[in-house]
């Protein structure tokens, strides 16, 4: 069975300032692990994803995510963040069946 | 290229009725997946169809039923809509090779039972 947890469900930054959302795992098997960002009345988009191989995976939007497998998380992270950042985000994880699960979400507002 | 196309976008239904919701994978991709997404209990995994097979089918009751077609376009229909059916359902199409082929969603179909 796979799950995820991410902590906080809302989570406020100032425009410029470190973007750290945290996300944890439980998988057992290889786990591939997902970023998606959802703004309003959208869809899913995939900020970036780690299958095999280099550990700290760079996204788009300048985010990017370090697997650590000893700590079963995927931490999301951007230097600065910027208005447009505003939005949910998503954690999820793969496996051999055909599904993705996902965290509850974090909800991320960036204020000026 | 075109993404994943949901229709409709919007729906309203009443109590008891009956819902088809279409979904239409980007070109070339064999593998359309269903989610239903709800403030209380987030994203939830309904089914995955690839190449017309359903390969994994989520936790919900056999009201959610879905299918795919040969040229891959999806449906998933729920009869005897109840209140707690309202929701945004997202459809996922990728390749469907393998975990290291990204998912792209849909804008979604935003239902609502009254």
């Known amino acids: 069975a796979q799950s995820v947890t991410q902590l906080g469900s809302h989570v406020s930054v100032s425009e410029g300032a470190l973007v750290l959302l945290r996300c944890n795992y439980s998988?057992?098997?290889?786990?591939?692990l997902f970023w998606y960002v959802q703004y309003p009345n959208q869809g899913l988009q995939l900020l970036l994803k780690?299958?095999?191989?280099?550990?700290l995976v760079k996204g788009i939007n300048g985010f990017e995510a370090e697997f650590k497998k000893s700590e079963t998380s995927f931490h999301l992270t951007k230097p600065s963040a910027h208005m447009s950042d505003a939005a949910e985000y998503f954690c999820?994880?793969?496996?051999?069946?055909?599904?993705?699960?996902f965290g509850k979400g974090t909800l991320l507002t960036v204020n000026p | 290229k075109a993404g994943v196309t949901q229709t409709p976008r919007y729906l309203i239904k009443t109590r008891g009725q009956q819902v088809t919701l279409s979904c239409s994978p980007i070109s070339g991709h064999r593998s359309v997946s269903w989610y239903q997404q709800t403030p209380g209990q987030g994203l939830q995994f309904l089914f995955e169809y690839f190449s017309e097979t359903q390969r994994n089918k989520g936790n919900f009751p056999g009201r959610f039923s879905g299918r795919q077609f040969s040229n891959s376009r999806s449906e998933m229909n729920v009869s005897t809509l109840e209140l707690g059916d309202s929701a945004l359902y997202l459809c996922a199409s990728s390749l469907g090779t393998g975990w290291d082929t990204e998912a792209f969603f849909g804008q979604g179909t935003r239902l609502t039972v009254v």
């Open positions: 780690y299958t095999t191989g280099a550990t």
């Open positions: 999820a994880v793969g496996g051999s069946n055909y599904k993705l699960t």
């Open positions: 998988s057992s098997v290889p786990p591939y």
